[in-house]
């Protein structure tokens, strides 16, 4: 075989395993590969997947792609809605086909997502030295362009000789299906060593299973946790997507609803506890309800749950006030059981933990003063979310408004997806989720142009959830896919809607025309720097400034007809939010298999979402002309003062 023919080979025999509550799953680790071909891997793995094709179409599926980015983003997509089951294999050309994946691979490993890459790579032989795309580095030779995923993968190796490609792969798929380890996974794939012939051992080809490590408390980090628990006054759980991932949100149900011990939850973490169930007080930290923020200033125990504790958690260290804190760190990785001092960091499954501690609490209440705090600042908060989803703002609606509309519109097992601009925030804070797979908003490297193509991935995974259901059951019928994108972000990776279009796959997206960098522009002024540069509007020559011209002309609705999109247009007006809501309606109705629906509809950009009484911390000028950041300055200083270098 050559070694790209024994690498689509071994793909196709690969399955994780996976057991939780006493019942054994088993799937395909990877379902197919995307992949864009160039000089680098046609002849070698496009030749590979042809070849498995003619043979066998279901071995190793293969998808096109229009850019190599979002093919990346599309496996992650789907890695995330199978919590991290499965994923994709990437296959690029040399040169700028591999780098174009750059982003993608940032974004998966810091968000803690298996995806497989395989960049072509230029020849390990160099015998036509130096070919076209190739990189030529004066001082080191031997360096190429995909030497750039480095430092982006959690591993990462160059098959220079076939021989190599047993010990590469195996050891890249340790990797790949670990949870405390797993990323991007990087193998570069020089185009001539591609297409190089290798006698491969049957052994390697065969069917392997690759379990899911879920590894148990050990007794004594049990009891220490219940005794911090007993000991303190103003508990507080923040839970994270290591929750999800786990497959322990009954478990952490259980033991908020036995214990009383309010819940929080992070961007990754939403969807871990129903937003309205008595002990759920929503997000925390700067993009975080008050009600959340409230209980994190007053605790005196903090137990993270599967968090990262990024900076929009912590309120970059301004959440956690009360001075005596401590924290209580469950995680599988213990790179962030150990984050912020904790009292205890408890390395182990998210699950197997959960249910051990609330054996542990029995009998166990939080005082009556914690629940009646809890129960006020819930009602507090929703009232105030009531009131932005229910203002009417003529001509056009709010972001608010907006989110109101969808979330209204959508049913219970629907998944919202979203990644950058101003949308992720006010999701976190206002968006109503009851379903554990319904909420699907990319925060760690919150990468613009995300969206849509993370979309896709997130509904290829819900077709192939309700292909494995029980034939007449509710979770037999695909969950709709909603994805809420800004303009800023539709223009930067919209194209992965050719590929809904060419395969018939049903996506919503609905639109946000603001006409420039909403979030920025926001957090520009809050910073006093007058929203410059984040209008989209023509250029004044005279004072070289695009704040002051026209709008462009540009139809993004239109753009999407272009593509073969079918597109619902929400005209501005009192009837905006009514009519929105229908329009979602109306796109849930249609059936799957018939191709993306994009709603468009504009938007008022200077109206804020309700107010999480919290911080963010974006270093202002320390010195500056302008009396805007003068201005900002002095709120910084005030903010920055709360700041604890060290928490726990």
């Given at each position: 075989m050559t070694v790209a023919q024994a690498v689509v080979e071994f793909l196709g025999r690969q399955y994780t395993v996976d057991s939780i509550g006493g019942a054994d799953y088993r799937e395909r680790l990877f379902p197919g590969m995307f992949g864009i071909f160039g000089h680098g891997n046609?002849?070698?793995?496009?030749?590979?997947?042809?070849?498995?094709?003619?043979?066998?179409?279901?071995?190793?599926?293969?998808?096109?792609?229009?850019?190599?980015?979002?093919?990346?983003?599309?496996?992650?997509?789907?890695?995330?809605?199978?919590?991290?089951?499965?994923?994709?294999?990437?296959?690029?050309?040399?040169?700028?086909?591999?780098?174009?994946?750059l982003t993608g691979a940032a974004l998966a490993t810091t968000n803690?997502?298996?995806?497989?890459?395989?960049?072509s790579d230029t020849f390990a032989t160099r015998a036509p030295d130096p070919v076209l795309q190739q990189l030529e580095r004066p001082e080191a030779y031997d360096i190429t362009v995909n030497d750039a995923f480095r430092p982006l993968s959690r591993y990462f190796d160059r098959i220079s000789r076939p021989e190599q490609l047993y010990s590469a792969f195996?050891?890249?798929?340790?990797?790949?299906?670990?949870?405390?380890e797993t990323g991007a996974v990087t193998i570069s794939l020089p185009q001539d060593v591609q297409a190089e012939v290798l006698q491969v051992p049957e052994e390697f080809l065969a069917e392997r299973e690759w379990r899911i490590r879920r590894p148990e408390p050990e007794d004594t980090e049990i009891r220490r946790a219940a005794e911090l628990i007993r000991a303190s006054r103003r508990p507080l759980i923040v839970a994270g997507g290591g929750v999800l991932y786990a497959f322990?949100?009954?478990?952490?149900?259980?033991?908020?609803?036995?214990?009383?011990?309010?819940?929080?939850?992070?961007?990754?973490?939403?969807?871990?506890?129903?937003?309205?169930?008595?002990?759920?007080?929503?997000?925390?930290?700067?993009?975080?309800?008050?009600?959340?923020?409230?209980?994190?200033?007053?605790?005196?125990?903090?137990?993270?749950?599967?968090?990262?504790?990024?900076?929009?958690?912590?309120?970059?260290?301004?959440?956690?006030?009360?001075?005596?804190?401590?924290?209580?760190?469950?995680?599988v990785a213990p790179l962030d059981a150990y984050k912020l001092g904790p009292s205890l960091p408890l390395v182990a499954d998210a699950r197997k933990a959960l249910l051990r501690l609330a054996n542990a609490?029995?009998?166990?209440?939080?005082?009556?003063?914690?629940?009646?705090?809890?129960?006020?600042?819930?009602?507090?908060?929703?009232?105030?979310?009531?009131?932005?989803?229910?203002?009417?703002s003529v001509p056009l609606p709010s972001q608010n408004e907006i989110i109101g509309a969808v979330n209204r519109a959508m049913a219970p097992r629907d998944v919202v997806v979203c990644a950058a601009g101003s949308l992720p925030?006010?999701?976190?804070?206002?968006?109503?989720?009851?379903?554990?797979?319904?909420?699907?908003?990319?925060?760690?490297?919150?990468?613009?142009?995300?969206?849509?193509?993370?979309?896709?991935?997130?509904?290829?995974?819900?077709?192939d959830e309700a292909a494995r259901a029980p034939e007449g059951t509710a979770a037999a019928q695909p969950r709709d896919v909603v994805v809420m994108v800004g303009d800023g972000s539709y223009l930067m990776m919209h194209t992965e809607l050719v590929t809904a279009v060419a395969e018939g796959i049903k996506l919503i997206t609905v639109l946000i025309q603001n006409h420039?960098?909403?979030?920025?522009?926001?957090?520009?002024?809050?910073l006093g720097s007058q929203r410059f540069g984040t209008r989209y509007r023509t250029l004044d020559r005279k004072h070289h400034t695009f704040d002051d011209g026209a709008k462009l002309p540009v139809d993004l609705a239109l753009n999407a007809e272009s593509l073969g999109v079918r597109v619902l247009r929400v005209e501005p007006g009192p009837n905006?939010?009514?009519?929105?809501?229908?329009?979602?309606?109306?796109?849930?109705?249609?059936?799957?298999?018939?191709?993306?629906?994009?709603?468009?509809?504009?938007?008022?950009?200077?109206?804020?979402?309700?107010?999480?009484?919290?911080?963010?911390?974006?270093?202002?000028?320390?010195?500056?002309e302008l009396d805007s950041t003068q201005q900002a300055y002095g709120t910084y200083t005030s903010s920055k003062a709360r700041q604890k270098p060290l928490i726990g």
């Amino acid at each position: 075989m050559t070694v790209a023919q024994a690498v689509v080979e071994f793909l196709g025999r690969q399955y994780t395993v996976d057991s939780i509550g006493g019942a054994d799953y088993r799937e395909r680790l990877f379902p197919g590969m995307f992949g864009i071909f160039g000089h680098g891997n046609v002849a070698g793995v496009g030749q590979a997947l042809k070849q498995s094709s003619a043979r066998n179409p279901g071995a190793m599926p293969y998808y096109q792609g229009r850019n190599e980015q979002a093919m990346v983003h599309q496996a992650v997509g789907y890695a995330r809605h199978t919590r991290r089951r499965a994923t994709y294999a990437v296959t690029s050309s040399i040169g700028p086909g591999a780098t174009n994946m750059l982003t993608g691979a940032a974004l998966a490993t810091t968000n803690r997502l298996p995806v497989l890459l395989l960049p072509s790579d230029t020849f390990a032989t160099r015998a036509p030295d130096p070919v076209l795309q190739q990189l030529e580095r004066p001082e080191a030779y031997d360096i190429t362009v995909n030497d750039a995923f480095r430092p982006l993968s959690r591993y990462f190796d160059r098959i220079s000789r076939p021989e190599q490609l047993y010990s590469a792969f195996l050891h890249g798929l340790r990797v790949l299906t670990d949870p405390a380890e797993t990323g991007a996974v990087t193998i570069s794939l020089p185009q001539d060593v591609q297409a190089e012939v290798l006698q491969v051992p049957e052994e390697f080809l065969a069917e392997r299973e690759w379990r899911i490590r879920r590894p148990e408390p050990e007794d004594t980090e049990i009891r220490r946790a219940a005794e911090l628990i007993r000991a303190s006054r103003r508990p507080l759980i923040v839970a994270g997507g290591g929750v999800l991932y786990a497959f322990a949100a009954d478990a952490l149900a259980r033991l908020a609803e036995t214990s009383g011990i309010p819940v929080s939850y992070t961007q990754a973490g939403v969807g871990t506890v129903p937003w309205d169930a008595p002990y759920c007080v929503g997000a925390v930290g700067s993009t975080g309800t008050t009600a959340a923020n409230v209980l994190a200033r007053e605790a005196d125990l903090v137990i993270g749950i599967g968090t990262r504790y990024e900076d929009f958690t912590t309120a970059s260290h301004t959440a956690f006030q009360n001075p005596g804190v401590q924290f209580i760190n469950i995680n599988v990785a213990p790179l962030d059981a150990y984050k912020l001092g904790p009292s205890l960091p408890l390395v182990a499954d998210a699950r197997k933990a959960l249910l051990r501690l609330a054996n542990a609490l029995e009998g166990y209440r939080v005082p009556d003063g914690t629940l009646a705090l809890v129960a006020a600042e819930k009602d507090r908060w929703n009232r105030a979310v009531d009131l932005a989803f229910d203002t009417r703002s003529v001509p056009l609606p709010s972001q608010n408004e907006i989110i109101g509309a969808v979330n209204r519109a959508m049913a219970p097992r629907d998944v919202v997806v979203c990644a950058a601009g101003s949308l992720p925030g006010d999701l976190h804070k206002m968006w109503r989720v009851q379903d554990p797979f319904g909420y699907h908003v990319e925060y760690a490297y919150s990468t613009m142009g995300y969206e849509i193509p993370g979309g896709l991935g997130v509904k290829r995974a819900a077709v192939d959830e309700a292909a494995r259901a029980p034939e007449g059951t509710a979770a037999a019928q695909p969950r709709d896919v909603v994805v809420m994108v800004g303009d800023g972000s539709y223009l930067m990776m919209h194209t992965e809607l050719v590929t809904a279009v060419a395969e018939g796959i049903k996506l919503i997206t609905v639109l946000i025309q603001n006409h420039g960098f909403a979030s920025i522009g926001a957090l520009s002024e809050s910073l006093g720097s007058q929203r410059f540069g984040t209008r989209y509007r023509t250029l004044d020559r005279k004072h070289h400034t695009f704040d002051d011209g026209a709008k462009l002309p540009v139809d993004l609705a239109l753009n999407a007809e272009s593509l073969g999109v079918r597109v619902l247009r929400v005209e501005p007006g009192p009837n905006a939010v009514a009519d929105l809501e229908a329009a979602v309606a109306k796109a849930k109705a249609e059936p799957e298999g018939s191709g993306p629906v994009l709603i468009h509809i504009e938007s008022d950009p200077l109206i804020d979402a309700p107010d999480s009484e919290s911080w963010w911390d974006v270093p202002v000028s320390g010195t500056s002309e302008l009396d805007s950041t003068q201005q900002a300055y002095g709120t910084y200083t005030s903010s920055k003062a709360r700041q604890k270098p060290l928490i726990g």
